[in-house]
């Protein structure tokens, strides 16, 4: 299929249960000028012959196969494949809505924007619960002082009572001009959180973003508020060199903006290392492994410069209570909070 309107970049692993719901709701968008690009990335189920399956039966689907390499390497596959107009992303155990490339790409055309955002709906157990709708909906931001604006939240919160920003993060709820993406190299990283690093640097490359209102794009939740599993080494390695990163790409931005950027990665990398402890408390492994991996993260580098001089007493009361505890290792105050998660 040549030159469609949309490309629509699906990387799959390991969600039999789920690839035909995802794919069926792609089939039946209402703007009909779409390509579909299932990237297999080395699933073990029968993901690989389920994707085949449709490609076979339509011409808008196209199928690559490739060994394991992550969720940023399959999308990068993807990316050097299509060829629309727009590029957009589903995850492959989400679905999306009829209605939402056609609303997209419309608002993008109408707009002349590089990147049209959108909202999103979270499914929990087949139940919406939550919406939101993008902050920016009805805007059109040029240059790069307005679209600064937007941008600026896929560096984490500023210290606020607010829980987080409403801004998702994700690539999946928007729309994405190919020439923009071939023209300034963008390419997702392999690493934790990498849609905050190509959203960040897709906005610094546009030169027009706009955003609409609906929430066509449902984002499966079943089953992650029970983590009882166990953590790797590789989960902590992970999330340290992804507050490495966030630091490094706050430090190149412009003098004007580069301020404002460290201090939201302050907050992210606060952020996530609660979220990183609460994983480690609730999983099944010995209390020595916990204390180390937790010891970890609240004595590295990275992480006690986001703490240095941060003001804690501006966040929720039991965010910044959960800060203050990592900022003096007191290890057993934050099992005993994050074990308690659900309350803050």
């Not at 997702?188 to 030169?207: G, M, P, Q, V, Y």
């Not at 790797?232 to 301020?259: I, P």
């Not at 992480?303 to 965010?319: D, G, I, M």
Request: charged share 25%; aromatic share 10%.
């Amino acid at each position: 299929m040549s030159n469609p309107k949309v490309s629509v970049v699906v990387p799959i692993y390991k969600v039999e249960p789920y690839l035909r719901k995802c794919v069926n709701s792609i089939l039946a968008q209402t703007l009909e000028d779409i390509e579909i690009i299932l990237v297999d990335d080395g699933s073990p189920d029968r993901c690989g012959e389920i994707a085949d399956e449709y490609a076979r039966n339509n011409n808008r689907v196209k199928v690559i196969h490739q060994a394991n390499a992550g969720l940023g390497p399959a999308r990068n596959t993807g990316l050097m494949s299509a060829e629309g107009e727009y590029i957009g992303f589903v995850d492959s155990d989400d679905w999306i809505e009829p209605q939402m490339f056609e609303e997209l790409y419309k608002a993008a055309i109408h707009c002349d924007a590089d990147i049209c955002f959108s909202g999103m709906k979270r499914i929990t157990d087949g139940v919406e619960s939550e919406r939101n709708i993008n902050p920016f909906a009805g805007q059109v931001l040029k240059g790069s002082k307005e679209i600064f604006r937007l941008r600026r939240s896929f560096y984490g919160p500023l210290p606020n009572r607010q829980k987080c920003d409403p801004l998702p993060i994700s690539v999946w709820n928007a729309v994405y001009r190919r020439s923009m993406i071939e023209d300034n190299h963008l390419r997702f990283l392999n690493i934790r959180s990498e849609d905050k690093f190509f959203n960040t640097a897709a906005c610094k490359a546009a030169s027009v973003v706009t955003a609409i209102g609906e929430t066509r794009y449902n984002y499966r939740c079943d089953g992650q508020n029970s983590i009882t599993r166990s953590f790797s080494t590789n989960m902590v390695d992970s999330y340290l060199t992804l507050f490495r990163e966030l630091f490094v790409m706050a430090q190149r931005e412009d003098s004007q903006y580069r301020d404002e950027c460290v201090v939201r990665v302050k907050r992210c990398v606060i952020d996530y290392t609660r979220v990183a402890i609460q994983v480690i408390v609730k999983s099944v492994d010995s209390e020595n492994r916990k204390n180390s991996a937790i010891q970890r993260l609240i004595y590295d580098g990275t992480v006690n410069e986001a703490l240095n001089k941060y003001k804690l007493r501006k966040l929720p009361f039991n965010q910044a209570v959960f800060g203050f505890a990592m900022r003096f290792k007191n290890i057993a105050l934050l099992k005993i909070f994050a074990f308690f998660r659900s309350r803050f």
